[in-house]
């Protein structure tokens, strides 16, 4: 886990080297690690996206520690689906309680419950 006063260079540094996991994020969240890797600069950025300083290294910050973590892959993987599914079917629990306890999004786990209710129906 990274520590939350990391620095400005740290954060470059743990960027570089999860290189590929940068690419596994979204578009949005993608695109803004990749322009802090080009800038280097929470100001400049900032400044563009009419925000404070502090609010863009609290983003980015958010982000490394998001992918570094192992969960980050393994929530990626079929075996998530299928436990996320078992959650939400087996186990009763609320979309909700398994976004907080496997660190997903809302939406990622209502989409993987849809699509495993899908899958399930068509095998």
Do not use: P
């Not at 690419?23 to 949005?28: A, I, K, P, R, T």
């Not at 609290?58 to 520690?65: C, D």
């Amino acid at each position: 886990m990274l520590d939350v006063n990391i620095t400005k260079d740290e954060l470059l540094d743990t960027f570089g080297r999860l290189a590929g996991r940068i690419e596994l994020l979204v578009g949005e969240q993608k695109a803004f690690v990749r322009l802090f890797q080009s800038i280097g600069d929470f100001k400049c950025i900032a400044k563009a996206a009419n925000v404070h300083e502090a609010t863009v290294a609290r983003r980015l910050r958010k982000i490394a520690q998001r992918i570094s973590d192992d969960k980050f892959i393994s929530a990626l993987t079929d075996d998530a689906k299928i436990e996320v599914v078992k959650k939400k079917y087996v186990n009763g629990k609320s979309a909700r309680q398994i976004a907080i306890e496997t660190g997903m999004s809302k939406y990622k786990v209502w989409k993987m419950i849809k699509k495993g209710i899908g899958n399930r129906i068509e095998n």
